[in-house]
């Protein structure tokens, strides 16, 4: 009670002073009873009803700190209330608790620590949705718009990109403390960053189903700034929904949170949509005028989003660059590898996709091939989903086996914890046995103490009445405690009574005099009164005279001193005028030296006009001129490269025409001189293959010379020259007509081996060969487009 008195005290008189020694005092006290815990008078915190006081006080505290907006010690306010549940290891009541995030909010959010102000907020929401069943649905829509908003209002980049071990191990260590009183357990060998970071709480928030609770327009705002890519349009439509969520807000029905504005998220807003807008330009474009962005980002002046853009491009979040002179900013060069552009481009592609599946839509499955390739398909996807139910029984034993191990080491945890409660509860009899006997001996020590001062007094009081004649009224085998302070206490009042009387006789007598003495002074004071007032008549007169003496003597002094001086007035006349005079003559040069001065001063600027103006004229003519020539020139260079281009042209087209008449001439000789050979060489080859043919059958070797021999018609018969040419002009091979040699080649051939050489090397040969002929006659027959053209 005196703790709470003192702090309205502080309150309604704003003794911020006073509040910070108030709240070191009751800081002190805890921490000596942490420390004396053998003290006979120390309250026991463990109990329910001593716990509940020291909170009680401690979120006063943090009660008027807040108000008085003493953020420090709010802070400090706060750390006091988590060392005590510490202490105990109990967890308030809800209704505390709903008051120690709010006040947590309050703190983050003016110390610029918006991710732990969205933590606060998270709990706060789970605390209300859990514990409050008179909560409405717009109070709980309200406050998780609250916590998204918040979520939201952090920075997307982190803070410790580039620092130091010494600054990662100090943000680490703060990091574990903030979570600590916020009511998040961490892992202190793992990366704190990695549990409290904007992706971690945004993830939490979706799963926990907060974004299912929220207004349409900030649900709506989440994905716009977390999941749409609109470089161009995104802060047009940003804008509207944030003039719609900076009017939300309201109280609640409940006291420890009275009153919620989302208008306070809107600045950090605007900024991340600046962030977004500048990171999706950057994965578009290479370069973009400032004007351009700054049309692009209506929330801040293009100084602002410098700024910001510094703080982005320090943490490693946006890769660009300012050019004033040009006017223009420079985005960071990214290859198509990069993460960021990769998305991009993945995006990319199914959207395309799509768009062809719609425009073309793919056709149903045929018969034959397609019927195949579908059952391909279904055969190939039916392996891969037994795969996958294969490797999803795999890992639903594997879960089944680290369920039994969390079970085992839960039971194991469980048998620690009641090993613990008993050995706690043996500790805990033991030291109120300890307690219960201290207790007993300070009783009987106070008892004996008690004794010993009645005693006491008890012969104070038998020596007060030996000194005054009296004798003991009691005696002392017969008295006892309970007596002795009775007697003691009566002596007192005796003693006090009697002492109180003979004041009040002095105070009576005393009064008398004074009375007395007062009645005889009267009659004196009023003669002396009279003296004085007769005295001071005469002196007032006699006063009064030498004043009037005084003046009359001046008057005189004065009067004579006016005659004296009465001669020299004429001259003092004849002197102001002529200074007078004097001063307009030269106040009149002065004037018209200046008017001439002001005059030649205009007429010199007049020129010096006409003479810029001139000279610009001139510069601008001959810019002009210079700019003509330029351009002269620069369209004779263009119609000089165009001409030569052409020229150009002309000459190859005329080159390839050329060596195309060449490549058709020497494919014509090449025909013709292939014919001469078949013409020539047919008939011995014919009668060569025929005895081959009939002894052993077709050799696989020569399929080629066959294929040749077989394409000509007549391959024994000489054809004449004119004949060859019709053929050759006509496409068509000659007419076959008896061979009228034929028994000529059967003596030939069976009377040596001449000509079985010639058919071998015939055969065999490089160029010419049947082989050769084979291959000129697939070409003659499949010209080139140039000679079908």
Known sequence: ????????????????????????????????????????????????????????????????????????????????????????????????????????????????????????????????????????????????????????????????????????????????????????????????????????????????????????????????????????????????????????????????????????????????????????????YQTMKIKVISRMIPFFDFSVVEKISVDAVKYNF??????????????????????????????????????????????????????????????????????????????????????????????????????????????????????????????????????????????EAEKGRKKKGKKPVIEGEKVTKQTLIELALSEQLRERQEMEKKLQKLAKTMDYMERAKREEEASLIAAAFQQRLVEEKILHEREQLQEIELSRQHHAGDLQEKNRLARMLDNKYILQNRITSRREAEYNRLKKEGEDRIRQLTVMRRQEREKKRKLLLFIKSEEERLTKLREEEETQKREEAERRKKEDAERKAKLDEIAERQRQREKELEEKERLRREALLGRPSELLMRPTEQANGPHPSEPVAAKASAATPSTGKYVPRFRREKTESSGAAPPSEPDRWSRHDDRSAQSGDRWRGDEHRTAFSGGSGPRSSSSTWGSSRNPPRGSER
């Open 318 to 459: 946006v890769s660009m660059k300012v050019d004033h002179l040009k006017g223009a900013v420079l985005f960071g060069s990214m290859d198509l590898e990069s993460d960021r552009l990769r998305d991009h481009l993945t995006i990319f592609a199914e959207s395309l996709n799509k768009a062809r599946n719609m425009i073309y839509p793919p056709v149903q499955a045929r018969l034959g091939t397609d019927t195949l390739a579908v059952l391909a398909d279904t055969v190939d996807r039916e392996h891969k989903r037994l795969l996958a139910r294969k490797s999803i029984i795999e890992r639903r034993k594997e879960e089944q086996e680290r369920q039994m191990l969390e079970m085992e080491r839960e039971e194991e945890t469980k048998r620690l914890k009641l090993q613990k409660i008993t050995e706690e509860a043996e500790r805990k009899r033991l030291a109120s046995e300890y307690t219960r006997r201290e207790e007993q001996r300070i009783r009987r020590e106070i008892e004996e103490r008690e004794l010993e001062e009645a005693q006491a007094l008890l012969q």
């Open 1 to 284: 009670m005196t703790a709470h008195r003192a702090f309205q005290f502080c309150k309604q008189y704003k003794r911020t002073t006073e509040f910070r020694r108030l709240c070191e005092i009751i800081r002190n006290h805890l921490a000596n009873l942490n420390k004396y815990r053998d003290q006979r008078d120390r309250p026991d915190l463990s109990l329910p009803e001593s716990l509940q006081l020291y909170l009680d006080t401690r979120f006063e505290q943090l009660k008027i700190a807040t108000e008085l907006e003493l953020w420090q010690e709010a802070f400090r306010s706060v750390e006091d209330v988590h060392g005590l549940m510490c202490m105990v290891k109990k967890t308030p009541k809800p209704s505390l608790m709903v008051i120690y995030y709010a006040k947590l909010t309050e703190i983050f959010w003016v110390s610029d620590s918006h991710l732990y102000h969205a933590y606060a907020w998270f709990k706060l929401f789970t605390l209300q949705k859990s514990y409050n069943k008179n909560l409405s649905q717009k109070d709980l829509q309200l406050i998780a718009s609250s916590v998204l908003l918040a979520a939201l209002s952090v920075t997307p980049y982190d803070h410790k990109h580039g620092a130091s071990h010494l600054e990662l191990e100090n943000e680490k260590e703060r990091n574990l403390r903030m979570a600590s009183l916020i009511g998040f357990s961490l892992d202190p060998k793992r990366d704190s960053r990695e549990v409290l970071s904007r992706p971690s709480l945004l993830s939490e928030l979706a799963s926990k189903g907060v974004l299912t609770c929220v207004s349409q327009e900030v649900k709506d705002l989440f994905h716009l700034l977390e999941h749409e890519f609109l470089p161009l349009d995104l802060a047009s439509k940003v804008q509207p929904l944030l003039a719609k969520i900076s009017k939300l807000g309201g109280k609640l029905s409940s006291i420890s949170v009275p009153e919620v504005q989302l208008s306070q998220y809107v600045p950090a807003l605007e900024k991340l949509a600046t962030l977004r807008v500048l990171q999706q330009v950057s994965q578009v």
